[in-house]
Structure formats: structure tokens, C-alpha cells
């Protein structure tokens, strides 16, 4: 299995405070990414980053932000959650070697 | 920009029975494509993929998928099915280009029942 974990795996929260999720990856992987997955939308692309300090947005980026500061870590920040913001969060990591992506156990977020 | 349609949320069929589950792609330019397996409380994991080559991929727990560019479907397909195949299956796209950004279908719950 693909060396990727999640921090923490559940928090709940309250509406308005910032919460952070962590990514940690041991592959040296070039490429990661976070989704959101919710009932009927499957997963969706929140930010993505192509190395370190390098960053973009995905489909659904409104409301988070994201840091690299090195390889091996890709930090979710929720500025000011919401309830909208319960979901589902999964980190991802690309090999380009296999075109394909490792998914971590995911983070469950509540948001009160 | 990519789509997917998975055009059944829901699929229940009896064990040892085949089963299909449906995907459909829109994309204006050359695609990967994906199917992840997601069992209860658990993440995805990578069921099989097209890159290019042969059109029919095999890959584990006896799954297979036929690619079909002229009608932009990935289905996937057991011909016996076991109770532990009871899941959550999403068909994904990528481009060919660097950075490999998936967009996902919305989910096949697949409940294999005695």
C-alpha cells in the first residue's frame, strides 16, 4: 500500500472555527490532491498541488485553502467552517510512474 | 473539461449472478480512465484502468472493463459476484496530460444479496 495518512481521521466542529487537515505522504510523490466526497456528488476536487509551494483550485475550492511547504505534507485549511463543509475529505497521491492515484483512509468532518 | 455519468446509483443482484455497472465519459480531449472500489468506512481503492492499448482491461477481484471511444463508455463487468463485492463503485476520467486531476461519477452502490 501507498505510504498515505490522514490527520485527524474525525473532528467534529463548530460553525465559524478554522480547522486544518493534514495530509502526510512517505512516497516522495510529486503530485497530491484533496477531495470531498458527499452523497450524490461522488468525490470532488477541492485544491491540487503539482509541488511544493505550488498549488491550484479545483472544482469545488470556495471556502478552503491549502499549503505545501514541503513534499511530504499537503495541509487543508478551512478559514471559517461551515455546515455546508460536513463531508468526507480524502487526500490523494499520484505516481507518474503508474498513472494512477493513491487515495488516503479520509477525514470526517462534522461541522455543528 | 471531463464528465461522467454512472447512470445507475443503485445495482442489487444475487451472488454468483454477472452484474454491469454503467459508466459513460465527455471529454474533448484523449482520457485515462478509472474504476475505484470504495467498501464501507474505507477509502478507494484502484479496481482496474485504461491507459491505451487493448480495449478490455482486467483487473482484480476478477473485474473487467471494455473501453468503447465511439461511445465513450467504460463499463464495468463481473460474471459472478460475491457477497464481499458489496460496495461502492465510481468510474473516474482523466486527461492524458501531466497532473492526472480525476473527475469522478457520482457512485454504484452494488448490494450482492443470497
Known amino acids: 500500500d501507498a505510504g498515505i495518512t490522514q490527520s485527524p481521521r474525525h473532528k467534529v466542529t463548530e460553525t465559524g472555527t478554522p480547522v486544518t487537515l493534514r495530509c502526510h505522504q512517505t512516497e516522495n510523490h510529486r503530485y497530491m490532491y484533496w477531495y470531498r466526497q458527499d452523497p450524490g456528488h461522488g468525490l470532488r476536487l477541492i485544491h491540487y498541488?503539482?509541488?511544493?509551494?505550488?498549488?491550484d483550485k479545483g472544482e469545488v475550492s470556495d471556502g478552503y485553502s491549502v499549503s505545501r511547504s514541503k513534499t511530504e505534507d499537503f495541509l487543508l485549511t478551512l478559514e471559517s467552517a461551515t455546515s455546508s463543509q460536513t463531508s468526507v475529505y480524502f487526500c490523494?497521491?499520484?505516481?507518474?510512474?503508474?498513472?494512477?492515484?493513491?487515495f488516503g483512509p479520509g477525514t470526517r468532518l462534522t461541522v455543528l | 473539461a471531463q464528465s461522467v455519468t454512472q447512470l445507475d446509483s443503485q445495482v442489487p443482484v444475487f451472488e454468483e449472478a454477472p452484474v454491469e455497472l454503467r459508466c459513460n465519459y465527455s471529454?474533448?480531449?484523449?482520457?485515462?480512465l478509472f474504476w475505484y472500489v470504495q467498501y464501507p468506512n474505507q477509502g478507494l481503492q484502484l479496481l482496474l484502468k485504461?491507459?491505451?492499448?487493448?480495449?478490455l482491461v482486467k483487473g482484480i477481484n476478477g473485474f473487467e472493463a471494455e473501453f468503447n471511444k465511439s461511445q465513450t463508455s467504460f463499463h464495468l463487468r463481473k460474471p459472478s459476484v460475491h457477497i464481499s463485492d458489496t460496495a461502492e463503485y465510481f468510474c473516474a476520467v482523466s486527461g492524458t496530460g501531466g497532473g492526472n486531476k480525476l473527475t469522478f461519477g457520482t457512485g454504484t452502490q452494488l448490494k450482492v444479496e443470497l
Open positions: 471529454s474533448s480531449v484523449s482520457v485515462y
Open positions: 498541488s503539482y509541488g511544493v509551494k505550488d498549488t
Open positions: 485504461y491507459l491505451s492499448g487493448s480495449t
Open positions: 490523494a497521491i499520484y505516481g507518474t510512474g503508474n498513472n494512477e492515484q493513491f
